[in-house]
């Protein structure tokens, strides 16, 4: 079946560092990918989307690039604030599903 | 507009109790989804909804209930709590739309306590 495969965490970063989540996954056919963050005490939203090969879905300065060849779409952001810590998590749906199959969730400290 | 709201944000239930978790949405989503989210496990899906009327299991069922009488509304029922159903819950809503897959939309989540 489908699954996503995210790095481990947790992962602390210092402000104005660069950030990279690694998350690849396995499907069949051609799947949308999310990423989705968290903040605490909060539900999931929606961060950025790519619905087809080689789409970079970006949103409040994160960006990420469905790539095809190497099944992945990690999501990156060249200078992290303290107000991004989060949880993320990756995500798909495909085959013409609305449902959707997450990663583990990566959290995020950013600190001052 | 609300968006997806649900009640209660905390419950602590006795090994055997019941209770319903409910979830509405007022954005007219077709699709409706139960999730649960363990700690660092992800959110794996309980039940979903297309329509009313109509449900289906998801990836973990065993324990829980739903039905779909609305639109708006998709409540959860735990028939018999157990230790293991402790969790925080999840609902959500999204309304497909052509090819590609369009957002889920969260609650605020349900943090539920079986001891």
């Known amino acids: 079946g489908d699954s996503v495969t995210q790095m481990e965490g947790p992962v602390t970063l210092s402000e104005e560092a660069f950030l990279t989540i690694n998350c690849t996954y396995t499907?069949?056919?051609?799947?949308?990918l999310f990423w989705y963050v968290q903040y605490p005490g909060e539900g999931l939203q929606l961060l950025l989307k790519a619905t087809k090969a080689d789409d970079k879905g970006s949103n409040k300065g994160f960006e990420a690039t469905y790539r095809k060849e190497t099944t992945s779409f990690h999501l990156e952001k060249g200078s992290v604030q303290v107000s991004d810590s989060a949880v993320y998590f990756c995500a798909l749906s495909g085959g013409g599903s609305e449902k959707l199959v997450f990663g583990k969730g990566t959290k995020l400290t950013v600190n001052p | 507009n609300a968006g997806v709201t649900q009640t209660p944000k905390f419950r602590i239930l006795k090994i055997g109790q019941s209770m319903t978790l409910q979830c509405a949405q007022d954005?007219?989503?077709?699709?409706m989804y139960w999730y649960r989210q363990d700690p660092g496990m992800g959110l794996k899906l309980i039940y979903y909804?297309?329509?009313?009327?109509?449900?289906d299991k998801g990836e973990v069922p065993n324990g829980y209930n739903v039905s779909r009488s609305t639109t708006e509304d998709f409540p959860l029922r735990l028939e018999l709590a157990a230790p293991s159903q402790t969790s925080v819950y999840f609902c959500?809503?999204?309304?497909?739309?052509?090819?590609?897959?369009?957002?889920?939309?969260f609650g605020p989540g349900t943090r539920l306590t079986v001891t």
């Open positions: 499907a069949t056919g051609y799947p949308s």
């Open positions: 954005m007219n989503h077709n699709y």
């Open positions: 959500a809503s999204s309304q497909p739309s052509g090819l590609a897959s369009h957002e889920q939309y």
């Open positions: 909804s297309v329509g009313a009327g109509i449900t």
